[in-house]
């Protein structure tokens, strides 16, 4: 065959309409039910779930990124032989939603709708295998009964809570916002990068602090190291004593410590400026300066209070602490750098071994004493330049003298160990552990939420919603939905108004609603039984496919809905509702698709990639499969609107391959002109190269390495493109290989697969529902592989040798190579090492 004949044949795709036959397929598969996934005992399940958008608008390419190579894994794991739940849904409350409806000027409630309409013909698109009947959106009152429901269980378990405290608020946006939802070094709110403020409210919590220790166990879950680091971090264990100390004036203030083997070192008392009893303790002649200072602290961040650079502040209150371990009488100041949202709001100051508390003494000229003693070195209180923050030996501590001070942590260290069991003794303090951590903060003074269900009596308080009366809708007729700091459903002429459920007189509604993340702490268990109006889910449904056995979704969730999600399920499972400790076995995360000037893609750049024009213009097929070529998966990329070209060549010639006669049916032109053994040996090679692809494949898949996935394939396309012209065609093994590549093919791009196997190979609809091929470990074996040759340690040559070679006929293949005589020049080496057969090292 000549060179121009063989290039007609790759390039001759007049035929391929991928618009076509995607829509053609994808109506089909919906109407089989296809992807329908109940309950089958006969085989293992697999909840394949990934993270359920916000409907703000259109589909993104990022959209894309993060569904369509789930999908492919999914796949996968339906064609070895699991039974796979793949489904989806809307995460249609809050923010993001509200705001971008406030900016189009119309109801949140329409604009949502009217986005998941489009936003799911958009999916369908991608020809996922999404469950549609399994489809939960979280707007929907048959979803928020639920979140309601779950709310009240909550409450009743005593994890749920009300009370006025100091909350981060975003003043653009009006509503408070949880910690997590707090960015960056300048403290701006996530959603629209203002900074964020400091407001008095009475708000409702969770208490997820309950479960910080058992948040940091992450036994029998096959997460990434980062996100597990990233949780430890947050959470933020420290292990050390809580100790009382006592104003002059009889009140207690409670300090928490990681080192109370430095208490006798405890030279002053810090406050927070928002500390309860700081206008207590301050005296007459200090109030004024005190107050001055408390008001300038209020218009600062806690970023910037905290900061390391930043010059101390601070004045002294005029008051008095004693010390309790030594009775020595300590002043108490304000400063900034101490917040009441760490800790108590109190630190006892050790200036001799902390740095931050040694400057803010030397700047007020306060007393420095030393208490650790490091080896070879005295430590002078008046001389000091910096604090000790180290190991040594206890001194200036009483009849702790002496007691060795490791850099170990909590009870491990001998002199934290020996204080401790004093100050139990004593009791003026005890062991304790305390948390950065948090508890989640859930009111949102926004219209379009759950609402809390809950109700305030002025003689009962606060109560729950009876369950028979949820869901507590949203008002339809509400006209003022905007936000003004205050929620909008306060200014409902009727909506508040309700009844106390114990004495059945006047109450009013929590007009806060739930923070959106409440909804998506449980959306995977909705899913399980979407319509149920008995139960927010079925036990048979919970049972056969709970856990999640793989989670995919955005790194950036770590801190705010992983956690969540975890919490959420170890309280559910407290009360007796969910089973085991986690709600999903494993997670993988997906990298960003940048702009191709490796910007963040948005809107207002104009820089945003649409998925829609792509799949008019390659169909959806190429883009899944460039989504997965283009970058590892894990890591992202910039889109570069060229590289997809070589994606789309490589789907048009699997279909070149597949349709035209020249790959079906022997030709004169197609007939080998070598020998029987020539052609052996083609067909043995391609068979090898299949059976290596298989398992490169599978290995990939098992690993979501999409990107080697897609390059194994291109590289058997060109071996079967080969052998095809070498006249492989018709036999078994151009048979096998054929049917192996589009099986292989099928999860990457399933529309093609299907319309090639059944309308092309003849084979029984559908492709979706055969077994992934097996590898034939005999077959996929080299015949000769090939091994580098080091002399002292540089490679020299490269040697072939039969696969199944020992170490001595490596060695003398070795040796006897030309080039590598050449580098002996006539000597006798000193040594050859053959390690593990895959390198030769000769040293002369």
């Known amino acids: 065959m000549t060179t121009n004949k063989k290039e007609s044949t790759e390039t001759k795709d007049i035929s391929f309409n991928p618009q076509a036959f995607e829509a053609k397929w994808q109506a089909k598969w919906e109407a089989d039910k296809l992807y329908r996934a109940v309950i089958d005992e006969s085989k293992p399940k697999h909840y394949a779930l990934t993270m359920l958008p916000y409907p703000s608008g259109d589909l993104h390419i990022g959209h894309w990124y993060a569904m369509t190579p789930s999908d492919a894994r999914a796949r996968f794991m339906r064609m070895r032989g699991y039974n796979v739940m793949f489904p989806m849904g809307f995460d249609a409350f809050g923010l993001p939603a509200e705001g971008a409806a406030i900016k189009h000027n119309i109801h949140p409630k329409i604009w949502t709708y009217q986005n998941i309409e489009r936003m799911e013909k958009q999916m369908r698109s991608m020809g996922a295998m999404f469950d549609w009947e399994r489809e939960a959106i979280s707007s929907d009152p048959e979803y928020y009964k639920w979140t309601q429901w779950f709310f009240i269980q909550l409450y009743k378990k005593g994890l749920a809570y009300r ?376 036990d048979a449904e919970y049972n056969y496919w709970m856990p999640v056995d793989t989670y995919t979704g955005g790194s950036e969730h770590a801190n705010m809905h992983l956690l969540y999600f975890r919490f959420f399920h170890k309280a559910l499972r407290d009360m007796g509702i969910t089973e085991g400790n986690e709600p999903a076995i494993q997670l993988r995360n997906q990298g960003m698709v940048l702009s191709e000037d490796n910007s963040k893609m948005s809107k207002s750049k104009g820089n945003v990639v649409a998925p829609d024009v792509l799949v008019q213009k390659y169909g959806a097929d190429t883009i899944r499969a460039y989504l997965m070529f283009f970058a590892r998966w894990q890591q992202g990329a910039p889109w570069d609107s060229n590289g997809i070209e070589g994606t789309a060549r490589w789907i048009r010639r699997v279909w070149t391959l597949f349709t035209d006669s020249a790959s079906s049916t022997p030709t004169v032109d197609s007939a080998p002109s070598n020998s029987d053994s020539s052609l052996d040996d083609v067909k043995k090679n391609l068979r090898r190269r299949v059976h290596q692809t298989i398992k490169r494949v599978t290995h990939d898949f098992e690993n979501f390495e999409f990107n080697t996935i897609i390059s194994s394939l291109m590289e058997l396309l060109n071996e079967m493109y080969k052998a095809r012209e070498a006249g492989a065609v018709g036999t078994p093994e151009w048979n096998e290989a054929t049917e192996i590549y589009i099986k292989m093919l099928a999860p990457v791009a399933p529309h093609i697969a299907e319309e090639l196997w059944t309308n092309h190979l003849g084979k029984a609809y559908s492709i979706h529902q055969q077994m992934w091929p097996s590898v034939d470990e005999s077959a996929a074996k080299d015949d000769s592989i090939e091994i580098p040759v080091q002399i002292n340690g540089k490679v020299r040559d490269r040697i072939i040798v039969p696969a199944d070679a020992g170490e001595e006929e490596i060695k003398s293949t070795a040796l006897a190579s030309e080039t590598i005589q050449k580098y002996l020049e006539g000597k006798q080496p000193k040594k050859v090492i053959v390690a593990k057969g895959r390198l030769v090292s000769v040293v002369v």
């Open 163 to 538: 009370k006025k405290q100091a909350v981060d608020w975003c003043p653009k946006d009006n509503t408070t916002l949880a910690r997590e939802q707090v960015k960056g070094e300048n403290r701006v709110c996530d959603r629209c990068g203002t900074p964020v403020i400091k407001k008095e409210l009475e708000q409702w919590f969770f208490k997820a602090t309950k479960y910080a220790d058992e948040l940091l166990h992450f036994e029998g879950m096959d997460w990434p190291e980062y996100i597990k680091a990233s949780q430890t971090n947050w959470i933020g264990r420290s292990e050390g004593a809580s100790v009382i100390f006592k104003t002059e004036i009889g009140d207690s203030i409670e300090i928490f410590t990681t080192r109370p083997d430095t208490l006798w070192g405890a030279t002053f008392m810090v406050m927070s400026p928002e500390h309860p009893l700081v206008d207590k303790i301050t005296t007459p002649e200090n109030a004024q300066i005190v107050s001055e200072y408390k008001a300038e602290a209020q218009k600062q961040t806690d970023i910037q209070r905290e900061a390391k650079d930043k010059v101390k502040t601070g004045v002294f209150s005029g008051g008095y602490a004693i010390n309790p371990v030594n009775q020595e009488r300590i002043p108490i100041w304000v400063a900034d750098y101490v917040l009441m949202s760490y800790g108590t709001g109190a630190i006892m100051a050790v200036p001799a071994h902390d740095q931050r508390d040694f400057e803010f003494a030397r700047k007020f000229n306060l007393k420095v004493i030393p208490v650790i003693q490091p080896d070879g070195v005295t430590l002078n209180g008046d001389t000091m330049e910096h604090a000790y923050e180290h190991e040594g030996l206890m001194i200036n501590s009483g009849a702790f003298n002496g007691t060795p001070a490791t850099s170990d942590k909590g009870l491990k260290n001998p002199a934290i160990n020996a204080v401790i069991k004093y100050l139990e003794e004593k009791e003026i303090g005890k062991h304790d552990v305390s948390y950065r951590y948090r508890d989640w903060l859930i009111s949102r003074q926004r219209f379009w939420g759950a609402p809390i269900p809950m109700v305030h009596c002025e003689k009962h308080g606060w109560n729950p919603i009876p369950d028979d009366q949820l869901p507590v809708l949203l008002p339809d007729d509400i006209t003022e939905w905007k936000p003004t700091g205050e929620s909008p459903l306060k200014f409902h002429p009727t909506w508040k108004d309700s009844t106390c459920p114990i004495c059945g007189e006047y109450a009013m509604r929590e007009t806060d609603t739930m923070d959106t993340f409440m909804c998506s702490s449980w959306y995977h268990l909705r899913y399980l039984s979407p319509h149920n109006d008995k139960a927010p889910f079925d």
